[in-house]
């Protein structure tokens, strides 16, 4: 699967780049991934990340190869809203 493709799965889904932030967001179901796990991964693994089901109101959902240390978590839920 080229780059283009793994691209439009995104846009189909809601997502956009963010190229202060290094991430792909997507604000309504309050998820960011990192371009690292987009990157690596391929389509069954990029369509199982977005199946997941949206977080509770007020969280984020990061998809990420290495999950986000506690402080940088709270810095990116703060920057994100």
């Known amino acids: 699967m080229t780059v283009t493709e793994k691209k439009q ?3 189909a889904a809601g997502y ?9 967001l997507n604000r309504k179901e309050r998820k ?7 990157e690596d991964s391929d389509e ?3 369509r ?12 984020w959902d990061f998809i ?3 999950a ?3 402080s940088i978590r709270r810095q990116l839920v703060s920057l994100l809203g």
């Open 9 to 11: 799965i995104l846009e």
């Open 16 to 24: 956009w780049f963010n190229f202060e932030r290094g991430l792909y």
């Open 32 to 38: 960011a991934m990192s371009i690292e796990f987009f």
């Open 44 to 46: 069954e693994r990029l």
């Open 48 to 59: 199982e990340a977005l199946a997941t089901p949206a977080p509770s109101e007020g969280d």
């Open 64 to 66: 990420f190869n290495t």
């Open 68 to 70: 986000p240390t506690p």
